[in-house]
């Protein structure tokens, strides 16, 4: 689903960019009160896994190939900002090292692969582990069943960019099926694998699951003799019970950005769009888009030759915002971040 | 282990490519990519220019054409798919050879095709000019966030462990006389996933601890203090601002 | 023996893994300053956990650790790691940088030492250990013995309150165990050697402890623990084949210490 350079018009690339780099920077906040000492290993970890996983292409049906990817994995592990954060530095050193998905296409890649995947994954997940019975092989049906959504709900999130971005002439109606079709089945993959990674991970090493957290027992003292005596609890983390608020409310913002941000340009500059859109990343599933009777198909162009200059304007225009935005928010965040920091520094 | 070691993709040489700082040659990388994006996709000439000038990187640091070109198969998939395009497409329809060809699924294939290899071939020479510790340190220098470093920085260090785990529990496997074959060994291979999940860690969790023990809190201390000079700068930004000049052309004459 | 500040002072600490399992219940343990003591004890008595506790890695359970008399808790945690340096089993868990040089100097560096003084101390913790030649190798390419060695560099470029050994003679061929054990004995550090290789221990230091389920079972004097088979036997420790400790000439255990 590595959208490529190109492929997603340049307003839709800003505008994705601007919703990655806000979902970027909440989830830096909200990742201090996830990470401890050891879990920033262990983000580094899943991000590692994801990245191998990812690596993993395996047919399909038809000729196409997918591939998991992993928002679910990362968020019930880590936590739903870790997960964020381990998703996109996976596409980023993807972009950086394997020019897997185009750098230009950062801002696509990572609202539909890091943080749909992930929120959606996590708000599911907590809803079913919060309806299940209090087992562990609750939590693992709860992993496989968010897995398996996640996917497909970024092949729909993909498919809405497409429509609202896309740069080729292939009917969002046939992305829609195609791509939403593949991912129900690479889905059932990455369900299977989720699951069974959490499974096995619980099962051995139940700290390392975010979302199986605040469980411990008593500790008991024992003398020499072997008599022992009950210790009362201290304070266990109660890192289970969060808000995921904070986590809709940015896919709600993204979701309008998008929308209005798109609608705009679409309806303005009609011709202007369709050229500038090379700055996306690739995708395999993507290849098999069939053309259709696209609800939006008035708004995309063929071939406006004499739109072209004013595309590749709004071209250079937009992947600048992208960056300027993405930038500013880093940099306030980051500036932000290491003051709130610093008082606590020693115990990182 | 692999924290700063050589990664397989990097090629070690003394070149002045290699010892330009890591903050500006990521940077000088992602202007050039931008300006290969920005380039409209009509101007065929210009596509050509910009692989002139990775050429001349390439050979400033002595990178030699075969490990390039190897090292761009990674971007196969990709070409799969833009082979596609021309099919499915929809638009005026080119007859070649007697197949019905989308042309704008030519001109999206072509597309896609010319900026993902130009990009492919800049990540690669970047990565193998650039060891990833100082790729990482570059990245740092670059303001990303701190979080964001930490955990790439360890998601470098487990990659080399999973590969590791990885070969090792397929040795056990296939030792006992088990070889992966088409989609009836998936439940195997996905119940390895797990126990692969907590060997990485918990081999990468004692190399953590070794590092928190000295001290570690976050950030890898500074040992060697790199320093862009404006030379330096300037030297690395002649790669972007030609890319430039070429996609202005490219605006101008198409 | 017992200085005004005992270099470790460990009491009544518990600890439960996360998942359910208590490894420590209650244990307590008093190192004085410049003593080498050993710590016995089979698989799962505990001693790797107690080792994390020694440097704050794992807290949260009931009891305290007190290094140099400065609590191990999140604020002091800096200090702490400074103070209790910990050579962990496995070598390549350790040396995680491209060269020996940048490894030793890992640790110091995060402490903030730079330029001349940073490479004073780098250079007098390899020379320490015998390993200043090896200085831009990078670890991977030297042997096991020489890894071990880095390690203890590694931890040494601090100077340490403490020295804390894991496991120092596993993998080691009988010259690189002779050679540590030199090292060992000519530094001028408070040392705690978690073995299960009995005679290293009998040459090293003078004491040990014997840590079983969870709590010290045993504190004496090594020569006495070692020929003491009932103990032996209850906490499951053997010596090797044709070892035995009343035979051998007693040696001093120190040249730093007591």
Same mark, same amino acid.
């Given at each position: 689903m590595h959208v490529p350079d190109?492929?997603?018009?340049?307003?839709? #690339?800003?505008?994705?960019?601007?919703?990655?780099?806000?979902?970027?920077?909440? #989830?830096?906040?909200?990742?201090?009160? *996830?990470?401890?000492?050891?879990?920033?290993?262990?983000? &580094?970890?899943?991000?590692?896994?994801?990245?191998?996983?990812?690596?993993?292409?395996?047919?399909?049906?038809?000729?196409? #190939?997918?591939?998991?990817?992993?928002?679910?994995?990362?968020?019930?592990?880590?936590?739903?900002?870790?997960?964020v954060l381990c998703i996109s530095v996976v596409l980023l050193m993807q972009g950086v090292l394997f020019a897997d998905g185009g750098l230009t296409a950062l801002g696509v890649n990572i609202s539909d692969m890091a943080v749909t995947t992930t929120v959606v994954a996590y708000v599911l997940f907590r809803l079913l582990v919060k309806v299940l019975p209090k087992r562990r092989s609750s939590v693992t049906a709860a992993s496989f069943a968010a897995a398996l959504v996640s996917v497909p709900a970024a092949a729909c999130v993909f498919t809405?960019?497409?429509?609202?971005?896309?740069?080729?002439?292939?009917?969002?109606?046939k992305v829609f099926t195609a791509m939403v079709g593949v991912h129900v089945l690479i889905g059932i993959g990455e369900a299977l694998i989720t699951s069974l990674t959490v499974g096995a991970v619980i099962a051995v090493r139940p700290d390392l699951v975010y979302g199986a957290r605040g469980l411990a027992k008593p500790l008991q003292l024992r003398t020499a003799d072997g008599t022992t005596v009950q210790v009362a609890p201290q304070a266990a983390a109660p890192a289970a019970a969060r808000s995921t608020r904070k986590v809709r409310i940015v896919g709600l913002v993204a979701?309008?950005?998008?929308?209005?941000?798109?609608?705009?340009?679409?309806?303005?500059?009609?011709?202007?769009? *369709?050229?500038?859109?090379?700055?996306?990343?690739?995708?395999?599933?993507? &290849?098999?888009h069939a053309a259709k009777d696209s609800p939006l198909a008035d708004y995309r162009l063929k071939d406006v030759s004499d739109a072209r200059l004013s595309g590749g304007l709004a071209g250079v225009i937009g992947v600048g915002a992208t960056l300027a935005v993405g930038t500013g928010v880093f940099v306030t965040v980051r500036r932000r971040r290491a003051r709130a920091v610093l008082p606590e520094t020693e115990t990182v | 282990m692999g924290a700063g070691h050589a990664h397989k993709l990097y090629r070690h040489a003394r070149s002045p490519v290699h010892e330009l700082p890591p903050h500006c040659k990521i940077a000088?990388?992602?202007?050039?990519?931008?300006?290969?994006?920005?380039?409209?996709?009509?101007?065929?000439?210009?596509?050509?220019?910009?692989?002139?000038?990775?050429?001349?990187?390439?050979?400033?640091?002595?990178?030699?054409?075969?490990?390039?070109?190897?090292?761009?198969?990674?971007?196969v998939p990709f070409v799969a798919f833009a082979v596609l395009m021309p099919f499915v497409a929809q638009g005026e329809r080119v007859h070649v050879l007697g197949l019905s060809l989308s042309e704008s699924g030519l001109w999206g294939a072509w597309n896609v095709l010319a900026k993902g290899t130009l990009g492919v071939a800049a990540s690669v020479l970047l990565a193998s000019t650039t060891e990833l510790r100082s790729l990482l340190l570059g990245l740092q220098r670059l303001r990303m966030p701190p979080l964001l470093v930490q955990i790439a920085s360890f998601m470098i260090r487990y990659g080399d462990v999973v590969t590791d785990e990885m070969r090792r529990m397929r040795i056990a496997r296939e030792s006992r006389g088990f070889t992966a074959r088409g989609v009836r060994h998936w439940g195997v291979l996905a119940t390895s996933a797990g126990a692969l999940f907590i060997r990485s860690y918990e081999r990468g969790e004692r190399v953590h601890l070794a590092m928190v023990s000295r001290g570690y809190a976050g950030t890898m201390p500074v040992i060697d203090e790199v320093t862009a000079e404006r030379a330096q700068w300037t030297y690395a930004a002649a790669l972007p601002l030609a890319a430039l000049a070429v996609c202005l052309t490219g605006w101008m004459l198409t | 023996m017992t200085d005004a500040v005992p270099s470790l002072e460990v009491s009544g600490l518990a600890f439960a893994y996360p998942d359910g399992h208590q490894a420590l219940f209650g244990v307590d343990l008093t190192v004085g300053r410049g003593e080498r003591v050993a710590l016995l004890g089979p698989n799962g008595a505990g001693k790797t956990t107690l080792v994390l506790h020694l440097n704050g890695i794992l807290d949260g359970g009931a009891g305290s650790v007190r290094v140099a008399g400065l609590p191990v808790d999140k604020r002091n945690l800096a200090e702490i790691r400074r103070r209790v340096g910990i050579v962990f089993q496995d070598p390549d868990d350790q040396l995680f940088m491209p060269t020996v040089r940048e490894d030793v100097a890992f640790g110091p560096a995060a402490a903030g030492l730079r330029g001349a003084e940073l490479a004073a101390c780098v250079d007098k913790a390899l020379s320490l250990v015998g390993m200043a030649e090896f200085a831009d190798r990078p670890p991977h390419h030297l042997s096991f013995g020489q890894r071990r060695?880095?390690?203890?560099?590694?931890?040494?470029?601090?100077?340490?309150?403490?020295?804390?050994?894991?496991?120092?003679?596993?993998?080691?061929?009988?010259?690189?165990?002779?050679?540590?054990?030199?090292?060992?004995?000519?530094?001028?550090?408070?040392?705690?050697?978690?073995?299960?290789?009995?005679?290293?221990?009998?040459?090293?230091?003078?004491?040990?402890?014997?840590?079983?389920?969870?709590?010290?079972a045993a504190d004496g004097t090594t020569r006495e623990l070692l020929c003491d088979e009932e103990t032996m036997r209850a906490h499951r420790l053997e010596l090797p084949f044709g070892f035995d400790p009343r035979s051998v000439a007693a040696r001093p255990a120190t040249t730093g210490g007591r």
């Open positions: 190109g492929f997603i018009n340049a307003p839709v #690339s800003v505008a994705t960019g601007a919703v990655a780099a806000a979902a970027v920077a909440v #989830s830096l906040r909200g990742a201090r009160r *996830e990470l401890d000492d050891k879990a920033a290993p262990l983000a &580094g970890l899943v991000a590692a896994f994801v990245f191998a996983v990812q690596m993993l292409n395996f047919p399909v049906a038809a000729g196409t #190939s997918g591939h998991l990817l992993g928002g679910a994995l990362a968020a019930i592990l880590v936590g739903p900002y870790t997960g809405l960019i497409y429509a609202l971005g896309g740069t080729t002439d292939v009917p969002t109606a979701a309008l950005v998008l929308a209005g941000f798109v609608s705009y340009y679409a309806s303005t500059s009609p011709d202007g769009l *369709e050229k500038v859109a090379h700055d996306k990343g690739i995708d395999r599933k993507t &290849g098999q | 000088a990388t992602f202007g050039f990519v931008l300006a290969v994006v920005a380039t409209p996709r009509e101007a065929v000439w210009a596509f050509g220019l910009h692989a002139l000038l990775i050429a001349v990187v390439a050979a400033a640091a002595r990178v030699p054409a075969g490990f390039l070109l190897r090292r761009l198969l990674i971007e | 060695r880095v390690a203890v560099a590694t931890v040494l470029a601090m100077e340490p309150e403490i020295l804390v050994l894991d496991e120092p003679s596993s993998n080691l061929d009988p010259a690189s165990r002779r050679e540590l054990a030199d090292i060992l004995r000519s530094l001028d550090v408070t040392v705690l050697m978690v073995t299960h290789d009995l005679p290293y221990a009998l040459e090293l230091c003078e004491r040990s402890v014997i840590l079983s389920n969870g709590v010290i």
